[in-house]
């Protein structure tokens, strides 16, 4: 009769994830993730299969929340559209000035190291960024029917240049840039709304 599993499947899948997100994949080993889960290397082969399926498993958690969270952001009915994308926008900049260990974004570090030889890795990386421009398109549009954005501008191109500052600054501070330079392109990305 087989042992009943006598950990908590969410919480080692945290752990794992947490240790790709802090060394990357190709430099986590699953002795690395054996130690950080607390599971010998057999009972993680047993539950997960392998390393690759184990990072998945994160990926998709991380991915899952992060389009949640933005979705809660950008569909807040307490504030104006344009009051929403001000904040995520503010919000998202002050994430970037807080990470101190400069650990960024287990997406973008995923899409750098992985989305290039990484069928699955790239198809998670899509459909969150995918995510993320459709609630920002959906914002812009509010936005522009209160008549807080120029109805001229077109919103999904609006949204596709607000993503793309949006990741800008992260790569911006891990490659030195100051809080004070995030903090002003934030704020620059907001005076052009």
């Known amino acids: 009769m087989a042992r009943p599993r006598t950990f908590d499947e ?17 430099a986590t080993s699953i002795d690395d993730l054996s130690a ?12 997960f299969g392998d390393k690759h ?5 994160g ?13 809660a952001e950008l569909r807040d009915q307490d504030l104006s559209a344009y009051d929403r ?10 994430d970037v000035v807080s990470d101190n260990d400069l650990r960024g974004c287990l997406l973008a570090k995923s899409a750098a190291e992985l989305s290039s030889t990484d069928p699955e890795v790239a198809r998670h990386v899509k459909r ?3 995510a993320w421009l459709r609630e920002l398109t959906a914002t812009i549009s509010a936005a522009q029917a ?4 120029p109805s001229s501008t077109e919103a999904k191109a609006l949204a596709a240049l ?21 903090k002003a392109t934030a704020e620059q990305l907001v005076a052009m709304l």
């Open 36 to 47: 950080a889960t607390g599971l010998g290397r057999g009972s993680l082969y047993k539950a």
């Open 10 to 26: 969410d919480e080692v899948i945290e752990a794992g994830r947490d240790l790709f997100w802090s060394q990357g994949y190709a």
């Open 59 to 71: 990926l998709e958690q991380y991915c899952t929340e992060a389009i949640a969270g933005i979705r």
């Open 128 to 130: 969150t960024l995918d």
């Open 162 to 182: 607000i993503l793309a500052v949006l990741r800008g600054m992260e790569a911006l501070r891990k490659g030195g840039a100051s809080a004070a330079t995030v």
């Open 53 to 57: 399926s184990m990072f998945l498993r």
């Open 146 to 149: 209160d008549g807080d954005i």
């Open 85 to 94: 994308l001000v904040a995520h926008v503010r919000g998202r900049a002050a």
